[in-house]
């Protein structure tokens, strides 16, 4: 089974700039998750997908992020404009977690995008 | 608020020396709680899951456990190949809460 697929790997730009991540999550998980995780710090969640619409975006700082789930499959982030303090790495994970489903569902994380903005 | 401490930030073993990493929460009605390893470079890759207290899970030289109020993961024998960063989480029993993370444990096992 393929697991969750992102892009790029490593993206370093200045501040102020654009840049724009791709994620591609594991066949028929209805749950998306965006996370970004500063250097020494566990994941923090950024914003949450059920299918395409947008379950929690409480933490994502929205003058600046913005995300969209295509077609409820894949999922872009995008930052506009970059700050030095957005240098982290950018994890998407899924589940197949259902809304009101009693126990935890599993989250399977893709590799990273490693961002650097200078 | 949900919160998750690990202790100790970093433990380095010898090749063999059994051990325990600590995950400590709060969380008002817990969903789950998660335990993820973590290579350099590399997305959190899940391990474990534990619902209820009492419950333990394995997987070859390590050995989750659950009580009311943190969980362990012991790792018996431990070789080279486990030293990575172990993360914890916990999701509350409330709508679609987020997973919370801990800061992690970095392990390195020198042979």
Request: net charge positive; glycine share 8%; hydrophobic share 35%.
């Amino acid at each position: 089974e393929a697991g969750v697929a992102q892009s790029p790997r490593y993206k370093i730009i200045e501040k102020r700039q654009s840049v724009a991540f791709w994620c591609n999550p594991i066949s028929g998980h209805a749950t998306l998750y965006w996370y970004q995780q500063i250097l020494g710090q566990g994941p923090k969640l950024l914003i949450q997908f059920q299918n395409n619409g947008v379950v929690d975006d409480s933490q994502l700082p929205k003058d600046r992020f913005s995300a969209e789930r295509l077609k409820g499959v894949d999922s872009t982030l995008k930052i506009q404009p970059a700050k030095l303090e957005d240098s982290a790495v950018y994890l998407c994970a899924s589940s197949l977690a259902r809304y009101g489903q009693p126990l935890g569902e599993t989250q399977y994380f893709g590799p990273g995008t490693r961002l650097l903005v200078l | 608020e949900d919160q998750v401490t690990q202790s100790p930030e970093a433990l380095r073993l010898q090749e063999g020396e059994s051990s325990s990493l600590n995950c400590s929460y709060t969380v008002s009605g817990l969903r789950g709680l998660f335990w993820y390893r973590q290579d350099p470079g590399k997305g959190p890759e899940f391990l474990f899951t534990l619902y209820s207290a009492g419950e333990e899970k394995e997987k070859e030289r390590l050995k989750a456990t659950l009580t009311k109020k943190e969980s362990f993961l012991h790792i018996t024998a431990p070789k080279p190949e486990d030293s990575a960063t172990y993360l914890c989480a916990v999701q509350a029993y409330r709508g679609n809460t987020p997973l919370v993370f801990g800061k992690g444990t970095r392990l390195s096992v020198i042979a």
